[in-house]
């Protein structure tokens, strides 16, 4: 038993290029290990490319000894050499003479065995484990101790969030003083929460591609249990038919096992797929768990790693069809042998998973045509109808209704439908009873913003309300208003009545001078912009003040006249309107960084209103005299630029305010031309409402809008000093 355990370590704990166990094993990007002094061989031109896998990595700036450490690999001989020590004797399995052992290698040997295995041709180049090293004998001590920081010779007791590695003491008062860091124990168990949620999808993909496995198995059983069925019926068949036809029969036999095999062949093929990819997750999942229960700077150290093998093995798994490709179908069609016809067909249905619709933007009240394109098992799209298509709408609230299928006989079908429900649908696809790539497929049905004509309801808070700029909603269905004239900021519940009012003229802690935008994050905490105040202040909802950032100025850290604000995945997002451009910040209020510059070019402001994130997570931007919008990247980087100035359909003048629905329409308020103008997800022109009055669906200056989670559409009146709900 002892033989066989070490042999077990040695097999993993082997080092590929000098074929000895691991001397500080470093692992690369590519998730192999090798030692330190092997991959310092291995080094050209601050590059080494992996023995096994061929892949390149730069190598850090500090030389090979930065690559993250194999804390695993080394515990695993530590491990065993300690439970070796508590072995007592054992003796040479290779000789007669019993001597005390002194190696291993396969066997335990003692000190001459030792010697003729180094000397001999075909084991001289064998990988032996001295067991008397002292290196090996003393590997592992009761407690651990922290490696010593390279730079300052100082235990690595903290962890650098920005950087991603361990620091000392000395390091997070100079160079990372400015950096996201905290004691290793207290960013172990932040990182290791979040290795967990990163992780959690794992079981889930286990328990799918079993239950895919299962399914595909199932698939091709019963497929060859039909073929035998069928190859019973055309013996049957031909039993009765004279010897001329015998040829024929042949024929027919050979074209089910033709067709069979390539179902067979298929299935088999998937099959291998969907077993690699759980392979491929499985594995990640061990190692997952190995590296939340190792101890914290172990864990801090291969997390980015595991993370990254993570992403690659979801995104091959999303990718993996989780379906059999084939239908398990089929079936002999005898003809009446009477004078002597083609006697029969072998006939197996060639649609595939691979079959798609094409869903457009659905609008509720409105009739909805959708394609279905379908293909044969290899992909290609049929060019012949015929198909026993099915499709029903489930709308989630206990209606679920059948949809209207055309066949236009050339491998496509057109189903059309009209909800009059909004909100989120599901529509069921199935050809030959099996679902469609994609089926259930899932959609938003819009409401149809050109009947928004006329409001239903303003408030003005008894004619106290000065002038109303931002507008948020919160998850819990409360809303705010940034109201500029008296410095506060209104609090509504869901019955858009008022429960308070935040603020008061000044410049402390909960005061504001020109409050202009308003947000809320997932957890309600409310953001205001105080913009002459040059920064933003954060609240609960019950008004208590926790934290502010941002000063006048134009460098980092610095705003100027900040407007617009919108909260998405814990980063603030707010149009610094007089610098011209977009200033990033966590909500904890640390400074990210800012994109954009003065000008009329791509990715340019020209004093920017207001920001707002898509479904999609596109950033788009009001840019207010560029009279244009442009969506970004979360990053920054730019995408499009859409908007012309002019008050014609489509164009824009001053867009003041911006937001987006659950199914991507944008809608923008205008400025100077008084109205609100609606676009789809792709800036496809809608319509526009609104001229200027104080009438009903009329404006003064509107700069604010927003979605309450009911549908409703907020509008903030500036000059007319209400608020309007369409």
């Known amino acids: 038993m002892a033989a066989i355990e070490l042999k077990r370590v040695t097999d993993h704990a082997t080092c590929p290029v000098c074929l000895q ?38 190598v850090p700036a500090k030389g090979v000894k930065d690559f993250p450490t194999n804390f695993t690999l080394t515990h695993l001989i530590d491990d065993f050499f300690l439970r070796w020590q508590d072995r007592g004797t054992v003796n040479c399995e290779v000789c007669v003479e ?58 690595l007791k903290f962890y650098c969030d920005t950087c991603e590695r361990l620091v000392c003491v000395y390091c997070t008062m100079n160079e990372h003083a400015q950096h996201s860091h905290g004691a290793i124990k207290k960013m ?23 239950q895919a496995h299962d399914n595909i198995t199932g698939t091709k059983k019963r497929v060859l249990q039909q073929h035998k069925t069928v190859d019973k019926d055309i013996d049957q068949f031909f039993d009765n038919v004279i010897q001329k036809v015998q040829q024929q029969r042949q024929q027919l036999k050979q074209e089910l096992h033709n067709k069979v095999s390539g179902k067979v062949k298929l299935l088999t093929t998937q099959l291998e797929e969907v077993e690699c990819v759980k392979a491929h997750v499985v594995s990640v ?96 799209p049929l060019t012949s109808g015929g198909g026993v298509v099915k499709v029903k709408l489930d709308s989630g609230r206990g209606n679920i209704q059948s949809v209207t299928v055309k066949d236009s006989n050339n491998g496509r079908y057109t189903g059309s439908f009209n909800t009059e429900l909004g909100g989120h649908h599901q529509l069921s696809v199935t050809i030959g009873g099996q679902h469609i790539k994609g089926s259930p497929l899932s959609f938003i049905a819009s409401r149809d913003y050109s009947k928004l004509s006329r409001s239903n309801k303003v408030i003005n808070d008894n004619g106290k309300m000065g002038q109303p700029r931002g507008v948020a909603f919160s998850s819990d269905h409360h809303w705010a208003v940034a109201e500029i004239n008296n410095d506060c900021v209104y609090i509504f519940n869901e019955q858009d009545q008022l429960v308070r009012k935040i603020g008061s ?105 207001n920001v707002a994130v898509t479904p999609d997570n596109t950033l788009l931007v009001a840019d207010s005299q560029g009279n244009c919008i442009q969506s970004f990247q979360l990053d920054g980087a730019f995408i499009h630029r859409v908007g012309t100035k002019g008050s014609d359909k489509g164009q824009l003048n001053a867009p003041s305010s911006i937001t987006v629905d659950p199914n991507g329409y944008i809608l923008v308020t205008e400025y100077y031309n008084h109205r609100v103008s609606i676009f ?47």
């Open 21 to 58: 166990l691991y001397k500080c094993p470093k692992v690369l990007p590519c998730q192999h290990s090798y030692c330190q002094e092997c991959l310092i061989k291995l080094e050209k031109d601050k590059k080494i490319t992996c023995p096994e896998c061929r892949k390149i990595a730069e």
């Open 98 to 155: 019993k001597d005390l052992v002194t190696s291993f290698c396969s066997l335990f040997m003692c000190q001459t065995c030792q010697t003729f295995h180094k000397r001999s041709r075909d084991t001289h180049q064998h990988v032996i484990v001295y067991l008397e090293e002292p290196s090996q004998l003393k590997v592992a001590q009761p407690q651990r101790t922290l490696p010593n920081c390279p730079d300052h010779d100082l235990e």
């Open 188 to 210: 172990a168990a932040k990182h290791r929460e979040q290795l967990k949620k990163t992780t959690a999808p794992l079981n889930d993909m286990i328990t799918k591609l079993s």
């Open 285 to 380: 999942n061990e190692l997952a768990s190995e590296v939340e229960e190792s101890c914290d700077d172990e864990m801090l150290s291969g997390e980015k790693q595991l993370v990254h093998r993570i992403y690659e093995v979801t995104d091959t798994y999303y990718k993996t069809y989780l379906v059999p490709k084939e239908i398990d179908s089929s079936y002999f069609i005898p003809c009446d042998p009477k004078p002597f016809p083609q006697f029969g067909h072998v006939h197996t249905k060639e649609y595939s998973p691979q079959c798609e619709a094409d869903i457009p933007v659905v609008v509720q009240s409105k009739l909805v045509e959708f394609t279905i394109i379908t293909k044969d098992v290899k992909g290609i």
């Open 505 to 609: 003229c000044g410049d402390g802690a909960g005061q504001f001078n020109g409050p202009r935008g308003v947000s809320f994050d997932d957890d309600n905490f409310l953001y205001v912009v105080d913009g002459d105040n040059h920064r933003v202040q954060k609240f609960d909802l019950t008004g208590h003040y926790i934290l502010q950032f941002g000063r006048l100025g134009s460098n980092d850290k610095e705003l100027n006249c900040p407007f617009g604000i919108t909260v998405h995945h814990n980063k603030v997002y707010i149009a610094d309107r007089r610098n011209h451009r977009i200033s990033v910040y966590q909500t904890d209020g640390t400074y990210c960084f800012s994109f954009g510059s003065r000008g009329s070019g791509p990715g340019q402001f020209q004093y920017p209103f």
């Open 680 to 726: 789809d997800k792709k800036f496809n022109y809608i319509c526009s409402f609104g001229s200027k009055g104080t009438g009903n669906n009329q404006f003064s200056y509107p700069c604010g809008i927003a979605i309450a989670p009911n549908g409703s559409v907020y509008i903030s009146d500036d000059d007319n000093k209400r608020i309007i709900i369409y």
